[in-house]
């Protein structure tokens, strides 16, 4: 069973950056895919970023519209992923979720991650 632990959740001020951090544990090498997610209060989970596998010692970039140019996300080895987060706004608030797959096919919507983190908020506020 994977674990996945994030952190570096916090509030900011609108204009702001942070960076979240993701952490795997167990049978990391079935993990093709890492990707995070965030869920405001009476929304639905929303995808952000996804990397994902190449099978050439590469990965792959993807992003929602909402937060192309603004976010980035890193995945420097198979155990953790990072989201870099900058111009944040208040409608950024929400709790942020890390999510993995051993599935590379899918990746922007909830139901194709089998790993789930137990999020960790983030407020934007002044």
């Known amino acids: 069973q994977v674990q996945l632990v994030e952190s570096g959740g916090g509030l900011v001020q609108p204009g702001g950056s942070l960076n979240l951090s993701c952490a795997a544990a167990?049978?990391?090498?079935?993990?093709?895919?890492m990707g995070w997610f965030r869920q405001a209060p009476g929304k639905e989970r929303e995808f952000l970023a996804a990397s994902r596998w190449s099978g050439h010692r590469t990965y792959y970039a993807d992003y929602a519209d909402s937060v192309k140019g603004r976010f980035t996300i890193f995945r420097i080895h198979e155990s953790a992923v990072y989201l870099q987060m900058n111009s944040l706004k208040p409608e950024d608030t929400a709790i942020y979720y890390c999510?993995?797959?051993?599935?590379?096919?899918?990746?922007?919507?909830?139901?194709?991650?089998?790993?789930w983190g137990q999020g960790t908020q983030v407020t934007v506020s002044s």
């Open positions: 999510a993995a797959s051993s599935n590379p096919a899918t990746w922007d919507t909830a139901r194709a991650y089998d790993y």
């Open positions: 167990g049978p990391i090498f079935s993990i093709q895919l």
